[in-house]
């Protein structure tokens, strides 16, 4: 036990308290304090320690009527055992000296205390608690010995009965014995806790003494080199000994060195025990296996730093596949922070491929595509266009789509009542005529017939808007009515709505405006539509024509039937229950509104509060109008409507795509305006006969040339059409397309049609308006004038020659004779040659003739002359010529030298 003194000492009490076993008066068996002398050890700083008597004498107390302690040896207690009177003349059953004898019931649960005590005794000295003076013979003789068992008799009642003190005692001796043991638990538990306590102090105590042992042993190692290095100066010097330098200092006047004895060096084998280090503890003194080392706590934490750089050197060892995202071009440096390789190691990789780029060089996706397989990690390849991947929605399903009205768009020439035709075809619309009329804002317009059908109507003077969707792929219009005159007839800008509507693949219906008046001539009409493939039902074709009256209004219902039956027969349906889609009609910047477009929904409905992309241009609908100016929440399949919230002006023909977030719609428009700029910078290569004809050389070249065509005169137009379609009539390989072909000024309506299909427009005699130049300027669509029909075909053959793929031919320049063979060394087989005929070049091509039969092909890899290098040898001279990657020459081998020329085809 440890105590510790208010002036700081430590005292150590190395016995335990000493305990007595004794009975009382009563027969009541307690344990009480001996007076024993016991030894206090007091440990002081240093390492100082005193060892102290103590005696401790506690008072000793006597009850009346009891037995006295165990400290008289028991003996009253062995009277009081002794064996009871049993003579009859006594009464009540008391034995001698006036004591009662023990009943058998008493006696045996007195043996079962005494036994309880005995095997208590028992355990304590297995656990190694020794209690001094336990009188253990004094409690086997209790057990051993007998007390005479007697009846008892029957007594009068009296308060207290001997019976009750007897059981008294018993309950006192069981309390007093769990006490005991309880006392006895805590002291152990205490005591190793103590010795624990003591034993982690040692360790700590024995871990800076080594720390301070190995600093002393490092100052003594230097000090010992410094030792050797001055020794060694010193023995460098020839036939110096210690003696002879003692001898110098004293003649110098120095002091003599003294010489320091060297200290034998004490070894150790490996079985014989360490000698033990620090402070000799209680915990070892009383340990058995003394001389057995414990583990210090450096040792420990030494032990748990090399296992957790084992785990980490594991870990490193252990491969960790990667998915790498590769796009079309990629820094080293960012491929090896996505590998989280070095890197210079993918530099490595990169020289053993033959490639050699620095960390912040740009390499291809397959060259990273190969690095990221070489470090064994998992390649995913996307590119820009992956931001496209969905964009658009899923396929509808057949049985999701419903019936939607039809897209209509008027188209005819100037003054055949177009206009007029419009305008009879809004009067019939149920609400405007309750209403009163319309006042049309856009470009496009829904029209609600008297049966409820409803029909869609665009308005696109010029063609300018057709045109613009056409060149962007996009499939807007169902149905072209296409307006005559019945006066007119069909005229230029008649047929070139044809050609228009050929060009988009859309079924067209003809309205024969103008039948009221006098000279209106409705058959001459569909003859004259036979010429441009337009075969009319009256002559067994399938394009309706209805005779109708705008002024009149005749025919209107008629018209509408027509159109309705053409779009039944079309079964046009759509999903309105899906994002919308659409395209863009017209587009303007109004002042106060910001960018606004006409929008022709396709598919799905359009709400409010969507996010949108219109071809380089994004934004969200803050507002809806519909024709008639009003605020609509949303707009269904084929609904025109106003859209406002664009963040910029679209382009007519641009698409329009609802997406699911603004996120999306960032990335997708600039991904269309990279691409928009990537084609601005090559849009001058388009269009120019020039260009064209150095693409076919270059083989990218198409295998149609597309033209349109414009002169002053019909017979002019038609003369240049025939011409240029016959110049390639016999080749097959090139054709030229006239897509269109006009008498007039060259307008926007041409260069349109031009750019949408990559031709070249040529003016004969004629020039663009203003409007058309500005628009092929931004294009980049060239316009040739001419006003000699034969510089027209001369620069058409021209392309068309250079679209075709150019012929090789062989020309025959020299031949040499073999006359001796050298063997040079680092250089090959040498041919000393004579030139027989014509000249050889070094450039040029050669063949090998050995018997007449060519054995070789290929280049000269040298030709000199004496030691020079030259570019030709003519007949006559000597020169020396050698292979390249060939030596197996023999004299009286001919060598012959020829030229390849590439002759483009005419036609």
């Known amino acids: 036990m440890i105590y510790t003194t208010t002036d700081g000492m430590t005292e150590t009490k190395d016995q335990p308290r000493k305990t007595t076993l004794s009975l009382g008066n009563t027969g009541k068996l307690s344990i009480g304090k001996g007076g024993d002398a016991a030894q206090v050890r007091q440990s002081f700083s240093h ?32 009277r009081a055992a002794e064996g009871p009177a049993s003579s009859e003349g006594q009464r009540g059953g008391r034995a001698k000296g006036g004591q009662r004898a023990l009943t058998q019931s ?20 297995a656990d190694g608690i020794v209690v001094e003076d336990e009188p253990l013979p004094l409690i086997e003789a209790l057990v051993d010995d007998g007390a005479p068992v007697v009846e008892p008799e029957e007594e009068p009642a009296r308060p207290l009965t001997p019976e009750d003190l007897r059981a008294r005692e018993m309950a006192e001796m069981k309390r007093i014995e769990d006490d005991e043991r309880r006392r006895v638990d805590a002291e152990r538990a205490r005591l190793d806790e103590e010795a624990r306590t003591r034993q982690e102090e040692d360790e700590r105590q024995q871990a800076a003494k080594r720390a301070e042992q190995d600093s002393e042993a490092a100052r003594r190692a230097v000090a010992d080199r410094a030792g050797r290095a001055a020794a060694a100066k010193v023995s460098d010097q020839p036939d110096m000994t210690p003696e002879d330098d003692n ?31 620090g402070k000799m503890t209680v915990v070892q003194a009383l340990d058995s296996e003394g001389q057995e080392r414990t583990r210090s706590l450096a040792s420990v934490r030494r032990a748990r730093e090399r296992e957790r750089r084992a785990l980490m050197n594991r870990a490193a060892q252990e491969k960790i596949v990667r998915d790498v995202v590769v796009p079309e071009t990629i820094t080293v440096q960012e491929l090896a922070n996505r590998m989280a390789e070095r890197g210079a190691d993918v530099i490595k990789s990169l020289m053993r491929m033959g490639v050699m780029a620095s960390i912040t060089q740009t390499i291809d996706a397959d060259t990273a595509e190969l690095v990221a397989t070489e470090f064994g990690h998992r390649v995913k390849r996307v590119s820009e266009s992956d931001v496209m991947i969905g964009f658009g929605g899923e ?31 809004r ?51 169902d149905v072209v009515v296409l307006v005559v005159a019945a006066d007119d007839g069909v005229m230029p800008q008649t047929i070139e709505a044809i050609r228009h509507a050929k060009a988009a693949g859309v079924p067209i219906v003809v309205a024969i405006n103008k039948c009221d008046l006098p000279d209106a001539n409705p058959d001459r009409v569909r003859q004259e539509l036979l010429q441009y493939d337009i075969v009319v039902e009256e002559m067994g074709g399938e394009v309706q024509t209805i005779e109708v009256s705008a002024k009149a209004r005749m025919g209107l219902d008629t018209l509408t039937e027509a159109i309705l039956l053409q779009a039944e027969i079309l079964e046009l349906t759509a999903n309105p229950d899906r994002t919308a889609e659409g395209v863009v009609v017209e587009a303007k910047l109004d002042r106060g509104r910001g960018s606004v477009a006409t929008i022709l929904v396709q598919r799905g ?40 919230g664009f963040n910029g002006t679209p382009l007519a023909g641009d698409d329009f795509v609802v997406v699911e977030n603004e996120g999306r719609a960032r990335e997708v428009a600039e991904f269309r305006e990279r691409m928009k700029r990537e084609a601005t910078q090559v849009a001058q290569r388009r269009g120019t006969l020039e260009q064209l004809f150095a693409e076919a050389q270059a083989g990218v070249g198409v295998k149609t040339l597309p033209l349109v065509i414009k002169g002053d005169v019909q017979g002019s137009v038609e003369a240049i059409s025939a011409a240029l379609t016959k110049l390639a009539e016999d080749n097959d390989e090139v054709n030229v397309d006239v897509l269109h072909s006009g008498v007039g000024a060259i307008t926007e309506s041409d260069v349109t049609l031009a750019n949408a299909s990559g031709a070249a427009v040529i003016g004969f005699n004629v020039r663009a308006n203003p409007q058309a130049r500005e628009l092929a300027k931004r294009d980049g669509t060239e316009i040739r004038y001419y006003n000699v029909i034969y510089d027209v075909i001369d620069d058409v053959r021209n392309a068309l020659t250079g679209m075709l793929a150019p012929v090789r031919r062989e ?46 092909e290929g280049t000269l ?43 483009a085809q005419k036609l």
């Open 861 to 903: 890899k040298t030709l000199k002359r004496f030691k020079d290098e030259v570019r030709e040898v003519v007949e006559g001279f000597e020169c020396g010529m050698a292979f390249e990657n060939y030596d197996n020459i023999q004299a009286g081998d001919v060598i012959e030298c020829y030229q390849v020329e590439e002759v």
């Open 247 to 277: 001898a110098n200092r004293r003649g110098r006047g120095g002091p003599r060195l003294a010489e320091a004895p060297r200290k034998p060096a004490t070894t150790r084998s490996k079985t014989e025990p360490r000698r033990r280090t």
């Open 605 to 644: 409905t359009l709400r409010v509060g969507d996010i949108f992309v219109s071809g380089s241009e994004w934004g969200r609908v803050r507002a809806l109008l519909n024709e008639r100016g009003e605020t609509v929440e949303e707009a269904g399949p084929s609904s025109p409507v106003e859209v406002l």
């Open 106 to 125: 008493e006696r045996e649960a007195r043996e079962r205390a005494l036994r309880g005590m005995l095997d208590a005794a028992a355990a304590r000295k």
């Open 395 to 425: 396929q509808d399903r057949p049985e999701d789509e419903v019936a939607r009205p039809p897209v209509v768009t008027v188209m005819g020439h100037v003054d055949h009542g177009k206009t007029s035709l419009l305008d009879a075809l």
């Open 427 to 477: 009067s019939t619309d149920v609400v405007s005529g309750e209403a009163g009329g319309i006042t049309q804002h856009i470009g496009a317009y829904q029209v609600k017939l008297e049966s409820g059908q409803r029909i869609t109507f665009i308005d696109t003077p010029g063609h300018a808007a057709f045109t613009e969707m056409r060149a962007r792929g996009a499939k807007t219009t």
């Open 47 to 78: 390492g100082r320690s005193k060892t102290v008597q103590v005696e401790v004498k506690r008072k000793r107390h006597f009850d009346q009527g009891h037995v006295g302690h165990a400290a008289d040896g028991g003996e009253a207690a062995r």
């Open 811 to 856: 020309t025959h320049i020299g031949n040499a004779e073999i006359r001796e063979v050298f063997n040079i060394t680092k250089v090959g087989k040498v041919a000393g040659c004579f030139i027989t005929e014509g000249v050889v070049k070094r450039g040029a091509g050669v063949r090998l003739l050995r018997d007449n039969v060519v054995v070789h």
